[in-house]
């Protein structure tokens, strides 16, 4: 028994949301799943994976507050040492879930994950130094995921989405004090965000935030993850598959015009 639980929102991830459930599965005590209201074929890709760790639930989301208090509930609910949030379009490495496994067994009270913001494919991502983050004092593309339930007593979360902040008892945020108790590792996850994310289409929002990008990047030379070679259902597609020449051409026109926004920003 590894001690954590898996918390997953989704709505309309069709397209990732087997790899991210497969990539972790293996570490996993449990996984408590909220399906938002998709019309895709998320609830038929979840169901396909036949693990008895997963518990499926579905609500109708009208508004960021329902996010919240469903994970609110997923934290209730959570009986582990840990819980782990997984979106339906992050998806890790062996080598990532190994790190994080080793870094669970020590004193850590939290763990702040690495990641590769993928740009067209999962060969490129986004430059580091763009839309980067701070966090734990340092810069770059890196978000907290694992949390020790038990080093925070009372642990609530505030604020609707996309701007929850986890809290402890006296409303302080759980990263923001005794930073050396807090783990970052050093592998990265791949994190499609920018990517197609439901077979619906490209452009799907949730409450406003169209996430889908077309830039150039960088590439990247880490192995991708294993679990994208995995024998998959027919109707996940394919994850290898490299950018288009359309989008190559679009990515050389856009991207230039973006740094030079980005220089005035």
């Not at 069709?14 to 991210?20: G, H, L, Q, R």
């Not at 169901?47 to 994970?71: G, V």
């Not at 763009?130 to 995921?145: A, K």
């Not at 339930?149 to 009372?154: D, E, G, L, Q, Y």
Request: charged share 20%.
């Amino acid at each position: 028994m590894s001690g954590i639980s898996v918390h997953m929102i989704v709505k309309n991830e069709d397209s990732w949301v087997w790899f991210a459930l497969n990539s972790v599965l293996g570490l996993a005590d449990q996984v408590f799943i909220t399906d938002t209201g998709s019309s895709d074929k998320t609830i038929q890709v979840i169901e396909s994976i036949a693990s008895p760790k997963i518990t499926l639930s579905r609500i109708q989301a009208s508004s960021p507050k329902d996010l919240t208090r469903a994970r609110i509930e997923q934290i209730q609910r959570t009986q582990t040492e840990w819980f782990w949030v997984l979106d339906g379009d992050e998806v890790y490495t062996d080598r990532g879930v190994q790190e994080i496994a080793k870094a669970v067994k020590a004193s850590y009270h939290g763990i702040a994950v690495r990641r590769y913001d993928l740009l067209g494919d999962i060969y490129h991502c986004q430059r580091e130094s763009v839309g980067q983050y701070q966090l734990l004092g340092q810069r770059g593309h890196l978000v907290t995921r694992l949390v020790r339930k038990s080093a925070f007593p009372s642990l609530h979360l505030v604020h609707p989405y996309p701007l929850e902040a986890y809290v402890d008892q006296e409303g302080r945020v759980i990263h923001s004090y005794n930073q050396d108790k807090w783990y970052i590792t050093s592998n990265h996850l791949y994190h499609a965000m920018y990517l197609k994310r439901s077979s619906l289409g490209s452009n799907l929002p949730m409450f406003n935030r169209n996430k889908y990008k077309v830039e150039t990047g960088i590439s990247i030379t880490t192995s991708p993850p294993e679990v994208f070679s995995l024998t998959r259902p027919q109707f996940v597609p394919d994850p290898l598959s490299r950018r288009t020449l359309g989008y190559e051409l679009v990515a050389s026109i856009i991207t230039p015009i973006k740094d030079l926004k980005r220089k005035f920003i």
